[in-house]
């Protein structure tokens, strides 16, 4: 992608019947790496989340809680779901509601203009619902339940019994799609990532795709369908339509021309409606497609998605509160190949946490700049003369540089995090092995020692750019001691596809003190915890 291009980020829009656990996280946090990732590389960035507050599952969970589902949403909204955005630490720049004006107006014109151009027709549905999904399913997609619901047919997904439904409702044309969605994947084989969820998709729709019913009747938590105000749209219909109506579809085109198409995160159990339902909505509006839709996979606990119904959540604060934010975004994006499916441990992440942020990063950090501070006052020595170990260093930076950019490009952020880290290890056995501290004590070394710690120094201004994305908090701490902001400006402006031309930090620049930008951590494993992770 060439500097300048337009990067539309979405996540799923969250339902906000229940609390956020580490799942949702995880897709927030995959997004916003991304988002800030661009945004810092000079893209026209612009990252969309959001919440999905219509259906049935917020109706039923309201009225156990004794409110309107509308009370219901504002208040999880409120107390849960914008706080998540601070908690782990996001840079989105929209939030949409579909409860909002926006939204909704957005939403039944594109529904009028699709009856108008006859894609719409009245029709009776007769199948299995699962409320958990918000999903219609058919019957191959069920399995037998167990214990209580031993007997009854229930969702793979949430094991809860489906329900049966009879209702006279709107169907969109979506059967007539299936030729132009093959031709899609074919002529755009990363339309779908990764490769395993387009081979699911593109098995999916050879075997033929049914219209699709897009209305409800039997209750009104939705938009109304504008002809016939008895009906309102199907959730995933007026959910899906938020990507378009927060960008300003039908409302604001000058907006939507700018933004669109987006670039779809998701999680592997809704990627048929992103790559299906979604991309068939568009064509039949005559909207441009998505750009891509990448599936990632799901945390498990127990071998099982992690889920608030199976009471296998585990807050994000829980985290946070120990290990800070930072290091939420680091854990999940570096521990999971991005597209697979991850389990997480508290063993895995504190000893990640110790071995990779604390020792290895965080430890490279303070020392270099304690050596600057107690071998030239503080100040940042210029280079001289660089040996084949320093060159081999500026090498190191250079091709990280490319490759972690590359690996972002192929949402491969695991790949890209182990790419800048080649920089942490070759950097801290460069200073094993050219040993500063011995070098100072001998006055015929000071230009040699200037060099070692420039090269450091000048190491940790890369490290600092490059990881600022994944790590923001403890990189401005990073930059603010390198004293790097005077000469280069604040860290956010470091283009980031130039961070691997070497030279950048100034060598007179005034370094601070830098206490550790990973403390040790007494007691990783918070005593909450394993009561929250049984299954
Ligand atoms: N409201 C729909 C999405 C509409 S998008 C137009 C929805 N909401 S959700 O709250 O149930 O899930 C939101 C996202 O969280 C999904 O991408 C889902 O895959 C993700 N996750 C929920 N549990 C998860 C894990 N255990 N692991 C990883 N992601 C998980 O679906």
Sequence with gaps: MSSGDSFYITTPIFYPSDVPHIGHGYTEVAADVLARWHRQAGDDTWMLTGTDEHGQK?????????????EWADRLVEESWIPLLDTLDIANDDFIRTTQKRHEDGVQAFVSKLHDDGFIYTGEYEGYYCVGCEEYKQQSELVEGTGPFEGQLVCAIHSKPVELLQERNYFFRMSDFQERLLALYEERPDFVQPESARNE??????????DLSISRSSFDWGIPIPWDEKHILYVWFDALLNYATAAGYGQDDENFTRRWPAVHIVGKDILRFHAVIWPAMLMAAGVE???HVFAHGWLLVGGEKMSKSKLTGIAPEQITEVF???AFRYYFLRAI???Q?????WEDLSARYQAELANGFGNLASRVVAMITRYFDGVVPAETAPTDADLAIRATVTKAAIDADAAMERFAPHEAIAAIWTIVDELNGYITEQEPWVLAKDEAQRERLGTVLYTAAEGLRALATLLSPVLPKATTTLWDALGAAPALGALAEQPLRDAGRWGQLAAGATVTKLAGLFPRIEDPTPAAAPARVTA
């Design 289 to 291: 497609v998505p750009k």
């Design 324 to 326: 800070g934010s930072d």
């Design 201 to 210: 998709v593109v098995q999916f729709v050879k075997q033929g795709l049914s």
């Design 337 to 339: 190949a991005f597209g």
């Design 341 to 345: 499916d991850g389990s997480f441990s």
């Design 58 to 70: 917020m109706l039923r969970t309201a009225a156990a809680g004794g409110m309107t589902p509308g």
